[in-house]
């Protein structure tokens, strides 16, 4: 049975950081791309980043990128998204997914087969 099991959430002023932590079990990390989206109240699941299986690419959605730092530690299996200049259009339910096995990085929900539960990232003004 595959989990998947975020941490890292919480309330930040605008202009703070925090990194969101992602880790799995039931599966062999090092194969899978994986990712993060998010959720906001009232919209729909959207990607924020990616990476593939080897580390090697990644993928950040516009309203993120240059903020948002995504990395996977393949001994730890750990996947990191360190996010900073934080700002009230971030607050959202943030989700962990796994994605293909040895599959590059993607911002299509499709290419994702196992979700974690989520954790709460909230920015205050």
């Known amino acids: 049975q595959v989990q998947v099991v975020e941490s890292g959430g919480g309330l930040v002023q605008a202009g703070g950081s925090l990194i969101l932590s992602c880790t799995t079990s039931g599966l062999t990390f090092d194969d899978y791309a994986m990712g993060w989206f998010r959720q906001a109240p009232g919209k729909e699941r959207e990607a924020v980043s990616s990476i593939g299986w080897s580390g090697h690419t990644t993928l950040y959605s516009d309203s993120v990128k240059g903020r948002f730092t995504l990395s996977r530690d393949n001994a730890k299996k750990i996947l990191y998204l360190q996010m900073k200049g934080l700002k009230p259009e971030d607050t959202a339910t943030y989700y962990c997914?796994?994605?293909?096995?040895?599959?590059?990085?993607?911002?299509?929900?499709?290419?994702?087969?196992?979700w974690g539960q989520g954790t709460q990232v909230t920015v205050s003004s």
């Open positions: 997914a796994v994605g293909k096995d040895y599959g590059p990085a993607s911002l299509d929900r499709r290419d994702f087969q196992y």
